[in-house]
């Protein structure tokens, strides 16, 4: 296996990266991390919140939105 680990200015791991075509295999082959991978990017969000997000939009009026430009100045990078 082919592995490369990243480091941060002082030497410590941050990351570790394998070849797609080795990560694919490890899936194939370890149906338990396939699963965990699975329960980690499928996050349930909670019916009240969904409601508050379906108000707000419900709500939405043009005079209150913000144009791309407007946002851009007020963003400091």
């Not at 508050?52 to 791309?68: D, G, H, Q, S, T």
Request: hydrophobic residues 35%.
């Amino acid at each position: 296996m082919t592995i490369k680990y990243i480091t941060d200015k002082v030497g410590n791991t941050t990351d570790v990266m394998i070849p797609i075509e080795e990560w694919n295999e490890l899936l194939l082959n370890n149906a338990a991390l396939n699963e965990s991978l699975k329960e980690e990017n499928e996050i349930e969000i909670p019916k009240w919140q969904q409601d508050i997000v379906l108000n707000r939009i419900a709500n939405a009026k043009p005079e209150n939105y913000n144009n791309w430009e407007d946002v851009k100045k007020r963003i400091r990078y």
